[in-house]
């Protein structure tokens, strides 16, 4: 048996290979390119034939995707491997400081060699496609949110008293108005027929001239100091927010397209829809890589830490957060919804309180019942159905 370990990188990639006895025989680099890919491939076939051959990579983004693929498709067995595992073992096994790319492949090799790991199982079409694009849009939103921040610093320069003003600043009406009248100065000169138009239109009819009115008053009151720079700066945020508002609702098109012919039962859990459905299905993957719900707990990171030493022994630890951090925020947020819209969780939730858990770890607690949940949903392929003994 051979082991191999490859440590990845945008341009070209270190490649180790050990014996069975765990001895170096080759150590070399190749391209990350198709002479590379082919260059490794043979190589190996030179060695033993693919079922003899373990092959790991560090699971360190996108740049070994396609030779994991390549070697797959190559008939060899290919595992990723955490980095957090490949962290921890390098520090394990030498007390020396010693890092390069030539190390990290070596030491992936041996983790490949003494781990019982098992070769990753090719994901269908569909959640590949999934994973990217919920990823994507979770990106995008964090852009978002980051813009919003900027214009919320603008405006309490331009006109502070507007931050309150609508239950939403970044809704059809706020942005409308932001985009007319970016300053309590322009506002508090307007025209206070066009003003009530413009909130008519944007609000579908729910503002009017009392909204108008009370708006103009405000602005004319306000403490807010105009500034030719922060206008400018103001309306270039508001164009950025507007374009990642229309690719967020691109993302939220394809993901429903996909999700529909997926027809996964995730979809069938409350407080789970789309968007939160494509992430944690994506995530997750195969559900056949995961022995027990404990396993997919973990790899969430949402399994609690274990310290015992000596006669301290507390009764339960704080979150690992390790594993999947896309899996875990998409948990946590579905196990916010889900005791509003499910008599099996919110009699859950009312339990873990009941206890005198705070609201933000009861909802944990309800994020790892979702997982066990989800583990016997995906696992038997079944809907589900909210009850008591669910």
Same mark, same amino acid.
Not at 305 to 329: D, E, I
Not at 352 to 358: A, C, D, F, T, V
């Given at each position: 048996?051979?082991?191999?370990? #490859?440590?990845?990188?945008?341009?070209?990639?270190?490649?180790?290979?050990?014996?069975?006895?765990?001895?170096?025989?080759?150590?070399?680099?190749?391209?990350?390119?198709?002479?590379?890919?082919?260059?490794?491939?043979?190589?190996?076939?030179?060695?033993?034939?693919?079922?003899? #051959?373990?092959?790991?990579?560090?699971?360190?983004?996108?740049?070994? /995707?396609?030779?994991?693929?390549?070697?797959?498709?190559?008939?060899?067995?290919?595992?990723?491997?955490?980095?957090?595992?490949?962290?921890?073992?390098?520090?394990?096994?030498?007390?020396?400081?010693?890092?390069?790319?030539?190390?990290?492949?070596?030491?992936?090799?041996?983790?490949?060699?003494?781990?019982?790991?098992?070769?990753?199982?090719?994901?269908?079409?569909? #959640?590949?496609?999934?994973?990217?694009?919920?990823?994507?849009?979770?990106?995008?939103?964090?852009?978002?949110?980051?813009?919003?921040?900027?214009?919320?610093?603008?405006?309490?320069?331009?006109?502070?008293?507007?931050?309150?003003?609508?239950?939403?600043?970044?809704?059809?009406?706020?942005?409308?108005?932001?985009?007319?009248?970016?300053?309590?100065?322009?506002?508090?000169?307007?025209?206070?027929?066009?003003?009530?138009?413009?909130?008519?239109?944007?609000?579908?009819?729910?503002?009017?001239?009392?909204?108008?009115?009370?708006?103009?008053?405000?602005?004319?009151?306000?403490?807010?100091?105009?500034?030719?720079?922060?206008?400018?700066?103001?309306?270039?945020?508001?164009?950025?927010?507007?374009?990642?508002?229309?690719?967020?609702?691109?993302?939220?098109?394809?993901?429903?397209?996909?999700?529909?012919?997926? /027809?996964?039962?995730?979809?069938?859990?409350?407080?789970?829809?789309?968007?939160?459905?494509?992430?944690?299905?994506?995530?997750?993957?195969?559900?056949?890589?995961?022995?027990?719900?404990?396993?997919?707990?973990?790899?969430?990171?949402?399994?609690?830490?274990?310290?015992?030493?000596?006669?301290?022994?507390?009764?339960?630890?704080?979150?690992?957060?390790?594993?999947?951090?896309?899996?875990?925020?998409?948990?946590?947020?579905?196990?916010?919804?889900?005791?509003?819209?499910?008599?099996?969780?919110?009699?859950?939730?009312?339990?873990?309180?009941?206890?005198?858990?705070?609201?933000?770890?009861?909802?944990?607690?309800?994020?790892?019942?979702?997982?066990?949940?989800?583990?016997?949903?995906?696992?038997?392929?079944?809907?589900?159905?909210?009850?008591?003994?669910?």
């Amino acid at each position: 048996m051979f082991f191999v370990g #490859i440590d990845v990188s945008s341009v070209k990639h270190d490649c180790c290979i050990l014996d069975g006895s765990r001895k170096m025989i080759r150590s070399f680099m190749i391209l990350n390119s198709r002479e590379g890919f082919s260059a490794l491939s043979a190589t190996l076939i030179e060695l033993a034939a693919p079922e003899d #051959i373990k092959i790991g990579l560090e699971a360190t983004g996108i740049y070994g /995707d396609n030779l994991a693929r390549f070697l797959r498709r190559k008939g060899f067995n290919v595992c990723t491997i955490n980095p957090l595992l490949c962290k921890k073992h390098q520090s394990a096994t030498t007390l020396r400081k010693t890092k390069n790319d030539r190390s990290d492949a070596k030491n992936i090799a041996l983790i490949v060699a003494s781990e019982d790991l098992q070769p990753d199982q090719p994901l269908s079409y569909h #959640i590949v496609e999934l994973k990217s694009l919920s990823r994507a849009r979770f990106l995008t939103v964090k852009d978002r949110s980051s813009l919003k921040n900027k214009v919320k610093r603008l405006v309490t320069v331009l006109f502070p008293e507007l931050l309150d003003a609508f239950t939403d600043l970044f809704g059809a009406s706020g942005m409308a108005l932001m985009t007319r009248y970016p300053s309590a100065k322009t506002l508090a000169a307007c025209n206070l027929d066009t003003l009530t138009e413009l909130l008519r239109t944007a609000s579908r009819g729910r503002f009017g001239r009392e909204k108008a009115e009370a708006l103009r008053k405000l602005a004319k009151e306000s403490i807010g100091t105009f500034s030719d720079s922060a206008v400018f700066q103001l309306r270039l945020l508001l164009k950025r927010i507007e374009l990642l508002n229309t690719q967020i609702e691109m993302y939220d098109d394809e993901i429903r397209r996909l999700m529909d012919q997926l /027809d996964s039962p995730i979809l069938s859990l409350p407080g789970i829809g789309y968007t939160l459905g494509a992430m944690i299905l994506s995530e997750i993957g195969d559900i056949k890589r995961f022995s027990s719900p404990a396993k997919l707990l973990a790899f969430a990171g949402l399994e609690p830490s274990v310290y015992q030493s000596g006669k301290f022994n507390p009764a339960s630890g704080k979150m690992v957060k390790r594993g999947s951090p896309f899996l875990r925020w998409a948990l946590l947020q579905a196990a916010t919804y889900a005791p509003a819209f499910s008599i099996t969780f919110a009699a859950y939730y009312d339990k873990k309180r009941l206890e005198g858990k705070s609201p933000s770890v009861a909802h944990s607690h309800v994020a790892k019942k979702l997982v066990r949940v989800i583990f016997a949903l995906l696992s038997k392929n079944a809907s589900f159905i909210d009850s008591f003994a669910a």
